[in-house]
């Protein structure tokens, strides 16, 4: 019986928790976006925006997901990247649209604080 629950714990957690295939790096992100790949979509809040932005990311912030989660593409032949900050939102947005369905959708680890951190080009939100 031990067993049993340690197992269906192990698997609830693996469900509820994004796995290393949830992931890119920052540097496969920039490759990939700039590659037109991918659509990179910057879930920061509008405030955030302000900082500076990926060129040609979608701006999405994390509040406007519910009235506006039409905008994030399902087709499983358009794979999607999210980036916040420091990729807590990113992660708790992608394990939330997993369970609505959405298969194409990983996070950059590291966020935007890193591609900043790395002097890669922003620029102003439009």
């Known amino acids: ?13 693996a469900c509820s928790t994004p796995d290393d295939a949830d992931k890119v790096s920052l540097e496969q992100a ?7 790949k991918v ?8 405030s955030e925006h302000l900082t500076g932005v990926v060129q040609d990311a979608v701006l999405l912030p994390m509040s406007e997901l519910p009235q506006k989660q039409s905008l994030i593409p399902k087709d499983p ?8 900050n420091t990729q807590n939102r990113s992660k708790a947005t992608l394990v939330k649209l997993k369970e609505l369905g959405y298969q194409n959708i990983r996070y950059v ?7 900043a951190a790395k002097g890669w080009p922003v620029v102003a939100p439009r």
């Open 1 to 13: 019986m031990k067993i049993a629950l340690l197992l269906v714990c192990a698997l609830l957690a």
């Open 30 to 36: 920039r490759t990939e976006h700039q590659s037109g």
């Open 39 to 46: 659509i990179l979509i910057d879930i920061r809040e509008s």
């Open 77 to 84: 032949a358009q794979p999607v990247l999210l980036i916040c």
């Open 109 to 115: 680890e590291g966020g935007m604080s890193q591609w």
